[in-house]
Nanobody, 128 residues
Framework: QVQLVESGGGSVQAGGSLRLSCAASGYTFSRSCMGWFRQAPGKVRERIATIYIGRGSTRYDDSVKGRFTISQDNAKTTLYLQMNSLESEDTAMYFC?????????????????????WGQGTQVTVSS
């Protein structure tokens, strides 16, 4: 079955960096859309970055564009989120999500997709 395990969260000061990891298993990693989402207390979950693994096609929400980078390691079947220039507004629980069995998709398709497989989340806290 699909399993997603996030790690790498923690506490950091504003302006700092963190790298989140999402170890994926149970499906063909290279034929999938994957994404990073976050949810702050009292707010709705928001989509921040997605990627079509087969091509490495990415797309970002404007709130993180230029600061965050989504990437993959196919050999390790792991998704990453490099977060730089962190701000207090980035404080949230971060989740990775997967949509398996995706063939020849675009970055825009993965960004719009309604994901159904989720990890348990990892907390990121940014202090100002």
């Amino acid at each position: 079955q699909v399993q997603l395990v996030e790690s790498g969260g923690g506490s950091v000061q504003a302006g700092g960096s963190l790298r989140l990891s999402c170890a994926a298993s149970g499906y063909t990693f290279s034929r999938s859309c994957m994404g990073w989402f976050r949810q702050a207390p009292g707010k709705v979950r928001e989509r921040i970055a997605t990627i079509y693994i087969g091509r490495g096609s990415t797309r970002y929400d404007d709130s993180v564009k230029g600061r965050f980078t989504i990437s993959q390691d196919n050999a390790k079947t792991t998704l990453y989120l490099q977060m730089n220039s962190l701000e207090s507004e980035d404080t949230a629980m971060y989740f990775c999500a997967a949509a398996p069995q995706m063939f020849d998709r675009s970055g825009d398709y993965c960004y719009a997709f309604d994901y159904s497989f989720w990890g348990q989340g990892t907390q990121v806290t940014v202090s100002s």
